[in-house]
């Protein structure tokens, strides 16, 4: 992946760390979308084609984890990162399991 081209599509809730991180990524010239809940991260993520997903699990309306199942329900490849204050093994495990590519608790 040409990291120079990459387009990042972040689906958080909490505004001042969507803010944060997306302030980081466009500081390293990533092309950056943001959505602050799970069906207009959904359809985001049907829309365009992301090189990274960063994907919190308490979402209003549609969760997050529920995200995560589409995204792999449409064989998407994109590797998806998860970014949640959830920290128990059992989170992590389910999601994991679900496809997640990685998980990082705040």
Same mark, same amino acid.
């Given at each position: @992946? &040409?990291?120079?081209?990459?387009?990042i599509?972040?689906? #958080?809730? #909490?505004?001042? /760390?969507?803010? !944060?991180? %997306?302030r980081?990524?466009?500081? #390293?010239? !990533? +092309?950056?979308?943001?959505?602050?809940?799970g069906? *207009?991260?959904?359809? $985001?993520?049907? %829309?365009?084609?992301?090189?990274?997903v960063?994907? &919190? =699990? @308490? =979402?209003p309306?549609?969760?997050?984890?529920? /995200? $995560?199942r589409?995204i792999?329900?449409?064989? *998407?490849?994109v590797?998806?990162l998860? $970014? %949640?204050?959830? &920290? @128990?093994?059992? &989170?992590? /495990?389910e999601? !994991?399991? +679900?496809?997640?590519?990685?998980?990082?608790?705040?």
């Amino acid at each position: @992946m &040409d990291l120079r081209n990459a387009h990042i599509l972040i689906v #958080e809730d #909490e505004e001042k /760390v969507s803010r !944060f991180v %997306t302030r980081g990524l466009t500081a #390293e010239r !990533f +092309a950056v979308d943001t959505a602050h809940d799970g069906k *207009s991260g959904w359809e $985001l993520a049907q %829309t365009y084609q992301y090189d990274l997903v960063i994907l &919190d =699990l @308490m =979402l209003p309306g549609i969760t997050g984890g529920e /995200v $995560l199942r589409r995204i792999r329900k449409t064989n *998407s490849q994109v590797p998806v990162l998860v $970014l %949640t204050a959830r &920290d @128990m093994l059992g &989170d992590k /495990v389910e999601h !994991f399991e +679900a496809g997640a590519d990685d998980y990082l608790t705040k």
